[in-house]
């Protein structure tokens, strides 16, 4: 056991792929002598040198499309996108060809691609700097999605990414970097699969879901609700497709209640499926309809304000207080959602 | 606006070896390349541009008759298919577009192969490693990308394999061409680019992608190019290889422009008679790419009535064979469709997999009278 930041855990993780595996390439914008803006890849090019560890051109569609050929070629590449916001002129080549290529090959080619990115908001960034994008992942089949809440799992799962024959977004909350955690690095990876979800606080009341950044502010609601004797289950999904439904299925039947909070946009979003598909699996276990808090249908904010767009503590809290009939922010409203 | 063709203007600076008229001529630079192309090996040249020719032309009718539901034809570039397909190497690994069908029978595809997704019984013909060759890539451009990366692989390899990406003239205008020439240049990766300018990206016409030659752009990227007469078979396996040459031996990519012309449709869903001249087709005509090997070997009496005869029955034996390959196609089956999405187990396919099962079941039972009238009933919802 050793205590290291969050970022440190991915790095040490890293690092361990790259020793057990020479065809773990890293590639990406600014990863090399300066480690990337994070420092996740801090030393890694000294290391291991600038043939595994590529500084490449400001493209990024370029970085996905070049890596799809190493792939093609037998490597296992992983790919940093510098900031969530950044991904999306890789989107054509991460849909029409990672997704989709081991199917059109019928299995022939493999592309084990695991694409590092740093989302969430919470640091005071500029637009661009701290969108949610993992919806439109999700939602496109051939795609694998992760994301980590701690030190531990972000040291195991970006090694069990890599070890993964389907391509792998991993999403990583970058506000955590900095959070401290111990982390046993002589863990068996094998004892542990990423598509799992945890329960990381057990309770009887209501289940609250959710993963990455979130996860310590769910935990910590959990904390503040039982001072009012109200006991929270909160669920850490860690894979976001696909969704463990099984574990947040056996909670529901458990708390008969469900609330689903995350930072990205509500409409079309992660909590929409999650509150659909276990609605689906046990209808007749459910107390109440099913609560969702999220980021709003907006753009990214500008940073003063983007605390009303972040959900926390307190707004999750109110939305445990409409799951269970409390009195909240909305009882005065006629409707279902008191 | 003006949409100059390019061509002609430039006309002097191509890289021909045989002119339109069946004239060798001779090239300082390029003569060396070919040296050791004899009458055999022209000859050879000759059939497979004759046999390509056949399987398009098979293809197309297999089309009319619904045996395919599309089929991209390449009438008009044999030449710059066969004369770059043939300079190859089989541990070079090719990157092309949906209309490479001549370069997939260099590399050796089982010629029932080229048809299965046209026929819509695959997403993919052939396994990519079985001939060195990636699937054809429908999105634009986006496999020059592919190619460099492999090419970076081959670089970090040691090995002196060549990746050789194809693509059209508009797949130019795609930022994927261009940042794929960009990462080339950085890592000096052994790719070649091989486009193959056929004047027309469905209805538009090359200079709404370009205003200057295309070949001129790499050098912008710090790419040698050569600009090569795409009808001149001799003349693309002397360019192909001089840059097969340059990539194994450290010099980086090349850019290569064939000019040739779509004589055909876009697809056999396209109708060019909506958008381009009649006498613009007849001009290249002709420079057809066979009919001036044909005049040389004719000239050199390489092309005797039993040559002749000789390659027009290995046409015509490949056209049955694919034709045959083509109808006995064997259908796929049902569950196929949830195959391969993953290489490991997905607990959400996985469910749906086993409700579509448990629904196909549920028509097969003696259930099946009230599964008619359930299906009624949705039917008229």
């Not at chain 1, 993992?134 to 994301?147: K, M, W």
């Given at each position: 056991?050793?205590?290291?930041t969050?970022g440190?855990a ?32 801090d ?5 291991f040198?600038?043939?595994?560890v ?5 493209a ?8 799809v050929?190493?792939?093609?070629r037998?490597?296992?590449p ?33 592309v ?10 919470g ?5 661009h700097?701290s969108e ?7 939602h496109?089949?051939?795609?694998r999605?992760?994301s ?9 799962m970006?090694?069990?990414a890599i ?31 990423m ?11 209501v ?11 769910a935990?910590?609601a ?18 976001l497709?696909p ?12 708390t008969?209640r469900?609330i689903?909070?995350h ?13 659909a598909?276990?609605t689906e699996r ?7 309809a ?18 009303h767009?972040?959900?926390?503590l ?9 799951a ?5 922010s909305?009882?005065?409203r ?5 | 606006?003006p ?11 191509l ?15 390029y003569d ?5 192309v004899?009458d ?10 004759i046999?390509?020719r ?21 009438l ?11 300079a ?9 577009s ?5 370069v997939?029978?260099?590399?050796g ?17 052939w396994?990519p490693?079985?001939i ?9 451009g986006a ?15 040691g090995?002196?394999?060549?990746a ?8 130019t ?26 004047h027309?990206?469905i209805?538009?016409p ?23 007469d ?10 192909t290889?001089?840059?097969?040459d340059?990539?194994?031996?450290g ?10 012309y779509r ?8 109708d060019?008679t909506?958008?381009r ?8 005509a ?6 001036r ?11 005797s ?10 046409a ?5 064979r694919?034709?045959?390959?083509c ?9 196929d469709v ?7 187990p ?28 359930n299906?009624?009933r949705?039917?008229?919802?």
């Amino acid at each position: 056991m050793s205590t290291m930041t969050f970022g440190r855990a991915i790095n040490a993780g890293l690092r361990r792929a790259m020793e057990n595996d020479p065809k773990v390439v890293l590639m990406g914008e600014d990863i090399g002598k300066l480690g990337g803006v994070f420092r996740i890849t801090d030393g890694l090019q000294k290391d291991f040198g600038s043939h595994r560890v590529l500084d490449t051109p400001l493209a990024e569609s370029g970085i996905m499309g070049t890596a799809v050929g190493l792939a093609y070629r037998g490597y296992r590449p992983v790919v940093e996108i510098q900031f969530d916001g950044f991904i999306y002129p890789a989107f054509d080549q991460i849909v029409c060809q990672v997704a989709k290529l081991h199917y059109r090959t019928q299995g022939a080619v493999k592309v084990p691609l695991t694409i590092r990115v740093p989302f969430g908001g919470g640091i005071g960034s500029p637009e661009h700097h701290s969108e949610s994008p993992e919806a439109y992942f999700t939602h496109t089949s051939g795609l694998r999605v992760v994301s980590v809440s701690n030190p531990q799992d972000a040291f195991v799962m970006i090694q069990q990414a890599i070890a993964s024959d389907d391509p792998v977004l991993y999403f990583e909350p970058k506000r955590r970097y900095h959070v401290k955690g111990e982390v046993d690095e002589g863990v068996d990876l094998g004892a542990t699969s990423m598509n799992d979800a945890k329960v990381v606080t057990e309770g009887s009341d209501v289940t609250l879901v959710t993963y990455g950044p979130l996860v310590p502010t769910a935990q910590n609601a959990a904390i503040a609700a039982s001072d009012d004797g109200i006991s929270i289950e909160v669920i850490d999904l860690r894979s976001l497709a696909p969704i463990d439904f099984a574990t947040v299925e056996k909670s529901v039947r458990k708390t008969g209640r469900l609330i689903i909070t995350h930072e990205a946009a509500q409409s079309g979003g992660l909590g929409a499926e999650i509150a659909a598909s276990i609605t689906e699996r046990c209808f007749y276990h459910l107390e109440h309809a099913p609560v969702r808090v999220t980021g709003f249908d907006i753009p990214y904010p500008y940073s003063k304000l983007e605390f009303h767009h972040l959900p926390d503590l307190d707004r999750i809290l109110d939305g445990v207080d409409r799951a269970l009939g409390r009195s909240n922010s909305l009882s005065s409203r006629s409707g279902l959602e008191g | 606006m003006p949409l100059n063709n390019d061509a002609d203007a430039t006309q002097d600076e191509l890289v021909q070896l045989i002119a339109p008229n069946g004239e060798r001529r001779s090239n300082a630079a390029y003569d060396r390349w070919v040296s050791d192309v004899d009458d055999a090996a022209l000859q050879a040249l000759y059939e497979d541009m004759i046999v390509i020719r056949r399987i398009d032309a098979e293809a197309t009718a297999l089309q009319r008759q619904g045996e395919l539901a599309l089929w991209p034809p390449l009438l008009g570039q044999e030449a710059a298919q066969i004369g770059s397909g043939r300079a190859l190497r089989e541990d070079d690994f090719v990157f092309s577009s949906y209309r490479e069908n001549g370069v997939a029978y260099c590399r050796g595809v089982d010629l029932t192969d080229l048809l299965r997704v046209w026929r819509g019984n695959a997403s993919a013909g052939w396994d990519p490693y079985a001939i060195n060759m990636a699937p054809p890539q429908v999105i634009i451009g986006a496999q020059t990308l592919h190619a460099t990366g492999y090419a970076m692989g081959v670089l970090a390899d040691g090995a002196d394999s060549v990746a050789v990406t194809y693509f059209g003239d508009g797949a130019t205008s795609q930022g994927d061409v261009n940042e794929a020439m960009v990462f080339a240049a950085s890592y000096q990766a052994p790719v070649i680019f091989f486009c193959q300018n056929n004047h027309w990206a469905i209805s538009e016409p090359v200079g709404l992608q370009a205003h200057v030659p295309i070949a001129h752009r790499a050098p912008g990227f710090g790419i040698p190019s050569v600009r090569v007469d795409g009808n001149d078979v001799l003349a693309c396996l002397a360019v192909t290889r001089e840059a097969l040459d340059r990539a194994r031996t450290g010099g980086g990519p090349t850019f290569i422009e064939a000019v040739t012309y779509r004589m055909g449709p876009h697809t056999t869903a396209d109708d060019p008679t909506r958008y381009r001249d009649a006498n613009e087709l007849e001009d290249w005509a002709a420079k057809d790419p066979i009919a001036r090997l044909a005049a040389l070997l004719d000239a050199r009496g390489l092309l005797s009535a039993e040559v002749a005869d000789s390659v027009k029955a290995t046409a015509d034996d490949v056209a049955a064979r694919l034709r045959e390959g083509c109808i006995s196609m064997p259908e796929p089956q049902v569950l196929d469709v949830f195959k391969h999405v993953y290489s490991e187990p997905n607990s959400w396919l996985d469910r749906q997999q086993d409700s579509y099962e448990q629904y196909l079941k549920y028509f097969d039972s003696a259930d099946a009278d009230t599964a008619a009238s359930n299906s009624s009933r949705e039917v008229n919802r």
